[in-house]
């Protein structure tokens, strides 16, 4: 969004106060809220910007509608030379109805592409203006860059005054440097904390600062360090300028590292940023055993990434026999939490129905049907039951009543996306309910490699509990209760990895399953073995659980988030 209105904000106690006062509310919603919520005003900005030939500043609208008017912003010009094609094409990331940059150099030619999510009502406010632009804007969110431009399309991607209007800025950094060409650069220029200086009205979101020598990006609800999110992968050099009697300029360019631009996205699909927070996961990137860990929130990515073959055959027949998984008793046990599960979720949700994302065997939703709700239920393949699809949750808008990630947020790609979709199917007072294995939990850092929930290569993202809540705060769910025991496995976390200690590392979760449930064969005395010694190290793992619990790094982690 490349908003360029500036002013001053009125002095006094009264406008103190209401300053203060938005911080706090804003605070308080989604980032995807306010954008989604904002977006009118953007468009007023600019009809009344187009209708009088600029308002304030005129002399810059002469310079938008002049296709001989020169690239001066020296950010760019100046780095030209050192490009190694001609024409340099370069792309405007949140350009409004017509792109700010000049349209001509003295010694290069230029290739403009200007885009911006709003450019089809832009389009509608030029034709009623009668104005035909030099480069005419094109449709896209700067967080789908990718779906709309192949990676190294452009050997300059800019934005001004664009990124502290977005959804999801650091998404769009991600994105503008991977657009780059070999030898291209980022250029980015903003105004110094803009939301604050705006008390974050309409759609002032985010604050460019510099601080201990970092590029920082920021809000009420989160801060990113960009300098250390694309550590090993691009160097960025920040600085402050003296801007107007409105602000400083925060300028920055982003010059990938050739060393790194080979390893930072393998082919496999693998991302090539957090799944969960957007930052850069390049070489740099620190690694355990099968995972490669975000810097920024602590959320661990599994690696090598598992290909849709390698995914298929881990869900095999066998991971969710027809017959069930662990007899009579298990099976039982298993639909009776689920009863429980079900009696919460209905107590604490408004009326309306209810999506239960990774709803596996439908025991969940039969648990919920049977207490009159209507539930709808997503997997991976569509089986029997009518009701449960094989669809994204973003392809289930709703509103829903409830959302239900039960051990699910786990096995998904993107968990920061499902997220964000999830806040935006739920109505206000709605409820979500999220269970998944703790990845800074003592059996974690215990058990290592060997550890229960990490279950490679099914689960694709390790969520520590701290960067769960985070991140729901961020898209506005405030959670309301968070349980070490309501999201099961804790004292089977700590028995299973007792047991895979002894020699010939036992397997007691093979072990309590059926024989055609298992991932490989077990004979009766081995099976035997392994049950026996569950049986005596079971005291131990309940000390074990109870201790973590009560330390606050249990196993698993049990949100409710009210929207």
């Known amino acids: 969004m490349s908003a360029r209105r500036s002013g001053a904000q009125p002095g006094g106690t009264l406008a103190t106060l209401r300053a203060g006062l938005r911080r706090r509310y804003r605070a308080r919603l989604s980032h995807a809220r306010v954008w989604r ?46 490009l190694p094609g001609d024409p340099v094409r370069i792309l405007d990331v949140g350009a409004g109805p017509m792109t700010s940059l000049g349209k001509t150099h003295p010694s290069r030619g230029l290739v403009i592409t200007a885009v911006d999510p709003l450019a089809d009502r832009y389009d509608r406010l030029l034709g009623e203006a009668g104005i035909v632009p030099p480069v005419r804007t094109r449709a896209c969110r700067g ?62 979101q985010w604050n ?29 050099e920040a600085a402050q300028h003296a801007g107007s009697y409105h602000a400083d300029w925060i300028t920055a360019v982003i010059i990938p590292d050739p060393t790194a631009r080979a390893e930072a996205v393998p082919g496999t699909g693998a991302p090539s940023s957090c799944p ?10 620190p690694r355990l055993p099968g995972r490669r860990c975000c810097a920024s929130c602590g959320t661990q990515v599994t690696d090598p ?99 239900v990630l039960w051990h699910a947020l786990e096995h998904l790609p993107d968990p920061g996306a499902t997220l964000d979709a999830a806040a935006q199917a739920l109505p206000s007072g709605g409820l979500l309910v999220v269970a998944v294995p703790n990845a800074a939990s003592l059996q974690a850092r215990a058990f290592g490699p060997r550890w229960l929930a990490l279950d490679l290569p099914r689960h694709l993202v390790h969520l520590p509990a701290d960067a769960l809540l985070s991140a729901l705060r961020q898209r506005g769910l405030r959670p309301e209760r968070v349980s070490g025991w309501r999201g099961g496995q804790v004292a089977f976390g700590w028995l299973h990895g007792l047991v895979g200690l002894l020699p010939g590392h036992p397997d007691l979760y093979d072990a309590i399953r059926f024989p055609d449930a298992r991932r490989a064969p077990m004979t009766r005395d081995r099976r035997t073995g392994t049950l026996v010694a569950g049986a005596v190290l079971a005291p131990l793992a309940l000390a074990l659980a109870g201790a973590e619990v009560a330390l606050g790094r249990s196993g698993t982690v049990y949100v409710e988030a009210r929207r």
């Not at 969960?276 to 990137?285: E, H, I, R, T, V």
């Open 37 to 82: 919520r904002e977006l009118p005003t953007e468009i007023d900005f600019w009809a009344d910007y187009l209708r009088t030939g600029g308002g304030q500043f005129p002399d810059e609208f002469r310079t938008r509608l002049d296709p001989a008017s020169v690239l001066d912003d020296p950010l760019v010009a100046d780095r030209l030379g050192s």
């Open 143 to 204: 967080e789908e860059l990718l779906e709309h431009f192949e990676p190294g399309s452009f050997d300059v991607v800019y934005a001004r005054n664009a990124l502290d209007h977005s959804e999801h800025p650091m998404r769009i950094v991600e994105n503008m440097v991977r657009l780059l060409a070999p030898g291209g650069f980022v250029a980015i220029r903003h105004y110094r904390n803009e939301g604050e200086t705006m008390t974050y009205e309409e759609l002032h």
């Open 208 to 236: 460019f600062e510099i601080r201990d020598g970092h590029l920082r990006l920021w809000s009420p609800r989160a801060d990113h360090d960009l300098t250390r999110a694309l550590a090993g992968r691009a160097d960025v």
């Open 276 to 285: 969960l927070c957007g930052a850069w996961l390049g070489p740099a990137a």
């Open 305 to 403: 990434w598992p290909s849709n073959a390698d995914l298929s055959a881990a869900y095999g027949p066998w991971y969710r026999p027809a017959q069930g998984r662990f007899g009579a008793l298990g099976d039982a046990l298993l639909t009776r939490s689920r009863g429980t599960l079900a009696r919460r979720i209905d107590a604490a949700a408004p009326p309306g129905a209810i999506l239960d994302v990774g709803s596996g065997d439908g025991t969940l939703l039969r648990a919920l049907r049977a207490r009159g709700r209507r539930a709808t239920g997503l997997e991976r393949e569509a089986g029997d039951d009518p009701d449960v699809h094989p669809r994204t949750l973003a392809e289930m808008p709703g509103p829903w009543a409830a959302i």
